[in-house]
């Protein structure tokens, strides 16, 4: 879908690190947004060793425009 950008991190430019959790090499999830400012993208590493997941979950922030 054209419209959509990837959301990455902004001190990178790269997409974040989420799998596996228990150390993550690979970006295997994403956001794609559209008409938003990307203020903040980041794995929230607290919930490993939960068992829920095996993949890091991730929190946007945004400034919708």
């Known amino acids: 879908i ?19 959790a228990s150390y993550p090499i ?3 999830d994403r956001f794609f947004v559209k008409g938003v400012q990307i203020k903040s993208i980041q794995t929230l590493r607290e919930t490993f060793g939960n068992g829920l997941s095996d993949h890091l979950p991730l929190i946007l922030e ?4």
């Open 2 to 20: 054209p419209e959509l950008e990837e959301a990455r991190s902004l001190e990178s430019g790269k997409t974040v690190k989420t799998y596996p």
């Open 26 to 28: 690979f970006s295997l």
């Open 62 to 65: 945004s400034i919708i425009e």
